[in-house]
């Protein structure tokens, strides 16, 4: 059965460790999600563009910098140079163990947000570190990850979500229009003179989610798109139908503030908070209450 994209960050519990022998120091990506919910399973499903939102969300806290270093560079160790779909930069979903092993599960969901959400990491890192060494170590691993963005951009200027997939995420496309805006940052800084080329991506996802999601009368946006078309949201669906409409506010600077603000009473007039606290939902919910009342 094929997993659901929208499933917790450690969901999976296999039986808390009951020995009284010294545990072991957690692995680089349960170090981040620690921080979160306690790890007292034997093992967690690790969906990285999950951990991503995490990591992002310590180094705003300007908390565990050293250990979002590491997670950084677990995953640039693990960035592919050619997957199932032959496309590099991309990172496969984990079974991670309290013991450090880990077990490749050969598959994602969705590489355009998950290489999204790792470029807002980097860009992130750098901000609030100045560090310049494991970026400058790893820029074509790093550039890579950034061109994935580009080469799932459909001829409508949507980004799909794998090569393989029709499939069109309004989440997914907020990401990677947020994302491209950072690599151009990160292209200025380290003068890898790309930036024409990424705000040419960045204009057309924008124009494409103004466009082909946006719905003019209700102010929402459409969540999903395939072949068949697509279907305005179910305000009473936590996720991904509401959850969504999260994006364009974060994201999306060409939105109005008034559509915003009526976005955001619209979820939260369903569904308060969201999410438990242990949940990486949660945070972009957190995210977008805390973006909003700056706003105001």
Known sequence: MKKPFFCLVGSLFLGAACSSRPQAPLHHVLLIVSHFQKISAKSMLVIPEQVNILAIDLLRRQASVPECKNYIQWVLNHT???DRWGISGTIYDYRVFR???EESLQEYEAADSQAASFILLIREYFRRTGFRMMIEGNQEKIRDIAFLLAHL???DGLTRIRPDSDRK????NCLVYAACGAFMELSREFQWNLESFYEEVREGVGDAIMEKLLVPDSGEFIQAVEKGGGARPDWSVADPDA???L???LYLDRLEEERKQSLWKRFYDHHGDGFPRSD????????TRNY???AK
């Open 99 to 101: 013991s450090g092993e």
């Open 80 to 82: 592919s140079s050619g």
């Open 247 to 249: 994006f364009p506010i």
């Open 169 to 172: 995420l309004l989440r997914n």
């Open 280 to 287: 990486w939902r949660r945070v972009v919910v957190d995210w």
């Open 292 to 294: 909003l009342e700056q």
């Open 243 to 245: 959850f969504s409409q």
């Open 153 to 155: 951009q459909d001829e």
